[in-house]
């Protein structure tokens, strides 16, 4: 019921004070037909999602309450006996009208929404109902309710492909060299990437992949456009960065995608008059929910965009690398890290038919059982015992879901062998779930099984702001993470389904499991959820993810058990580990303070080698140096770069990368990027390249066995090149900044310890501190003085960027407290000093 994903945050938050258009013209369905006023090139027509037979209705299983809904005419079935309603709610057996007709349409920025009025609820108040469009070119389904906290409004969201504009998308699948590549799985239905050019000030861009922009709230980008910047003005504007015209293509080596013919450009001196972009794709096995990246070329009116993910490899070398990781009757899908496990149909036989009557008898991963084949067959002929070929345990992966080869059966034709190939799929609901064989060669058969153990749902693990909060790094594809409370173990983990474990009896899917010890020493296993839902950020701007669906709950067994995770930003807290807050209402609330959710932010260089955080918390760089003044790196069409990070000021006339006389720019920005693990320096206004200059940038990446290690090629273009750095030397930064991170168990702390004196001591100190601190200012002139000493701000990332803690202000008092504090500190010391 709840299945709500990332971007429905970002359209509740400002829905009721959008630039409203009343289009509502009486009782009949022309409310439901729509002119896009933007644009103004098409019109929504949304009268077929009304059911001239019968009324729609939605179940909410949560509160046990149902809603009949006609969205452009009145109900068929009257509302407790009275017409004129679009809605009716029914619970407790009583229908009360929540939705009269017609409703009020508001249309604007990219963004429809029906709003209802209703009976009164209260005294004051009437029930409410507000229906919000939500373009999916992929889904036409029932709308969806929001969980609610005022009994007397109902929010719905309607995923359709009738609240989309015209699109236009290419094929996503090229070839080179005998390999193929696809990338439509980075294809977005729904919603689209958006990709930051710097700080949250800097233009936004706005980017899909072999498909248009979606037309939505925040994006208003011209219909053929693949990708658009979103100028951050007054007057809010929208610049056409290319349209979508061809398939990826192979240029230079690389896979790329070519956005071409956008606005024009202003700067005449760039040779093609119109502003185009290129996103080049790099292939990284491990790279699984990973964000495109800008990295330049806006000045020069040719935006570039990297993007590391599995999705750029080959499919060959794909399926090769899944092999590698396959168990017994298991697979990992190398695009999404998730594992396809057939196991469970290893208990039984199976039989499939072929259009001419033949019949075979088979074992999944295994032989089946009392069959007149030979010793090892997988797949037997009933009428004749022909082996069609010898079992195996290698499931194989392929992108539309995994399959087994059964090969070496008996003699065919000319010297050949039979052998099956048994593909497992995810039908829609209305399949059978049934094997059956789709082609019967002389000495191939292939048999397709559409069944929902390869349909696990995926959900995306990242919360959309101006910048992506990306969870994924946090996903377990090997173990789970477990907290232990007394005699209680929660098995967790993020944005997937639990990694099976023999004790865990939890429901297949469930991403949280409870085990509790009973009186009996056995555990009892509890769902507390299934990952239904993608992160969203909350009104505190923290990031949420909440698991739903899970066992019965023990109060209210009418309610489903719910886990609630909140990731609030802790530049201290790497990657952090997930602590049990409390339990309220059939729902587990957990915290889990990481770095990951905090953005990226400025940091600063000091010369001659050291970085600096926001917090002045630092990282010196001179080790690159000592072990070795000068990198080099060359790239497969045979330039040499060298590097030398820490001698720029006097290396290759101020520019810290240098390819023969060509100097590559001079330090520009230090960012730390909590999100991706990552510090970037970015180097700017080198040697002239054509009509621009050179650009550059290194980034490094925490790897503590690797030691000093080396920069490696990431990628280039004619005026731009990155590199890659793989270092334990950024790895002295986060130890000096991380809090001790909590191990994979949790126990309950006893209230005294043997080192209970220490604690006894800083409750003391605490204490007498406090005391003499309120004492000094019981003076109202020392009070009054105090205020404007201390400015604490939010320590939560605001729109990526990491703001600081605590800001200090100079004040004329100062120098009177500080006498009193130095005689404060003196005294905790000598009492510690003393315990």
Request: proline content about 5%; some cysteine; aromatic content about 10%.
């Amino acid at each position: 019921m709840y299945s709500l994903t990332v971007s429905i945050s970002l359209y509740w938050f400002a829905v009721i004070a959008v630039f409203a258009q009343d289009t509502s013209k009486g009782n009949d369905s022309s409310f439901c037909i729509i002119q896009e006023p933007v644009l103004n090139l098409f019109k929504y027509n949304f009268t077929s999602l009304s059911d001239s037979t019968k009324d729609i209705i939605i179940h909410n299983d949560y509160l046990n309450e149902t809603l009949r809904i006609q969205l452009c005419m009145p109900l068929k079935q009257k509302c407790n006996g009275t017409d004129g309603y679009q809605i009716c709610l029914i619970k407790n057996k009583e229908e009360i009208g929540i939705g009269k007709s017609p409703p009020k349409v508001e249309v604007g920025n990219g963004r429809t929404l029906f709003r209802f009025t209703g009976t009164n609820c209260t005294q004051k108040d009437k029930y409410s109902v507000i229906i919000l469009m939500k373009c999916d070119y992929s889904d036409n389904s029932l709308p969806a309710l929001f969980p609610r906290t005022d009994a007397c409004q109902f929010h719905l969201l309607w995923r359709t492909a009738l609240a989309c504009g015209p699109r236009t998308q290419k094929p996503c699948i090229v070839s080179d060299n005998g390999s193929h590549y696809d990338l439509s799985s980075l294809t977005m239905y729904s919603t689209n990437y958006a990709i930051r050019t710097g700080n949250k000030n800097l233009p936004k861009i706005i980017l899909n992949v072999c498909h248009s922009v979606i037309f939505e709230y925040d994006a208003l980008c011209q219909i053929q456009s693949g990708a658009c910047l979103k100028q951050n003005s007054s007057k809010i504007e929208y610049i056409n960065l290319g349209d979508v015209t061809q398939a990826p293509i192979f240029e230079d080596g690389k896979l790329k995608l070519k956005y071409q013919n956008g606005d024009l450009c202003k700067d005449k001196n760039v040779a093609a008059p119109h502003i185009q972009t290129t996103v080049s794709f790099i292939c990284d096995f491990e790279a699984t929910d990973t964000s495109p990246e800008y990295i330049g070329g806006g000045k020069e009116c040719h935006y570039q965009i990297i993007w590391k993910t599995a999705a750029a490899c080959s499919i060959e070398s794909l399926r090769s690398y899944s092999a590698t990781t396959a168990g017994t009757c298991t697979v990992t899908n190398p695009l999404t890290n998730s594992t396809y496990d057939l196991k469970s149909l290893m208990t039984k036989d199976y039989y499939a038919t072929a259009q001419n009557g033949a019949q075979y008898k088979f074992g999944v991963c295994k032989p089946p059982t009392n069959m007149k084949c030979t010793s090892g067959t997988g797949i037997c002929s009933i009428k004749n015992g022909t082996s069609m070929g010898k079992y195996n345990t290698n499931l194989m992966w392929q992108e539309d879901g995994p399959y087994l080869n059964y090969t070496n059966g008996d003699l065919c034709e000319n010297g050949q062998k039979h052998y099956t190939t048994i593909a497992f799929l995810c039908g829609t609901e209305e399949d059978s779930n049934k094997p059956f064989v789709v082609e019967q060669k002389p000495c191939q058969l292939i048999i397709h099984w559409n069944t929902s153990l390869v349909c696990a749902e995926r959900i995306k693990c990242v919360a959309m702001d101006d910048d992506e909060m990306n969870l994924s790094s946090l996903i377990k594809s090997n173990d789970n993470y477990i907290v232990k409370v007394n005699k209680t173990e929660y098995h967790i983990n993020i944005c997937r389904p639990l990694v099976p474990v023999p004790s865990l009896t939890c429901a297949h899917g469930s991403a949280v499991c409870k085990a509790t010890l009973n009186s009996n020493k056995e555990y009892i296993n509890e769902s507390l959820g299934f990952p239904k839902e993608s992160p969203v950020l909350d009104a505190n701007r923290d990031t949420v993810l909440r698991y739903i669906g899970g066992s019965p709950c023990h109060e209210d067994p009418t309610k489903l058990i719910s886990s609630n995770f909140t990731f609030p930003c802790n530049v201290y807290s790497d990657k952090g580990y997930p602590e049990f807050k409390t339990y309220k209402d059939c729902t587990y609330i957990f915290e889990w303070k990481t770095s990951i959710t905090c953005g990226a932010a400025m940091g600063n260089w000091t010369s001659p080698c050291i970085i600096r955080d926001h917090l002045s918390h630092e990282c010196d760089l001179s080790s690159l140096y000592k072990s070795q003044p000068i990198y080099h790196v060359k790239s497969k069409q045979g330039k040499d770069y060298s590097i030398n990070i820490c001698g720029g000021g006097t290396f290759c006339n101020g520019s810290a990368v240098c390819q023969e006389s060509n100097g590559y720019g001079s330090l520009a920005n230090v960012i730390f990027d909590y999100g991706r693990d990552v510090i970037r320096l970015q180097y700017s206004n080198g040697d002239k390249c054509i009509n621009t200059s050179y650009t550059s940038g290194v980034r490094f990446t925490c790897a503590e066995s690797i030691g000093i290690g080396e920069p490696k090629l990431l990628w280039e273009s004619q005026c731009h090149v990155e590199f890659k750095w793989d270092t334990n030397v950024t790895c002295a930064y986060k130890l000096k900044t991380q809090l001790p991170t909590p191990s994979d168990t949790h126990e309950d702390v006893p209230m005294f310890s043997t080192g209970h004196a220490g604690a006894v001591a800083t409750i003391v100190l605490s204490v007498i501190a406090t005391v003499a601190v309120l004492f000094y200012f019981r003076d109202p002139d020392k009070r009054t003085c105090l205020r404007p000493c201390w400015h604490p701000f939010s320590s939560r990332r605001s729109s990526g960027r990491v703001r600081s803690i605590l800001q200090r202000k100079p004040n004329c008092c100062l120098t009177s407290i500080l006498p009193s504090v130095k005689r404060i500190v003196t005294m905790i010391f000598w009492l510690h000093s003393s315990i």
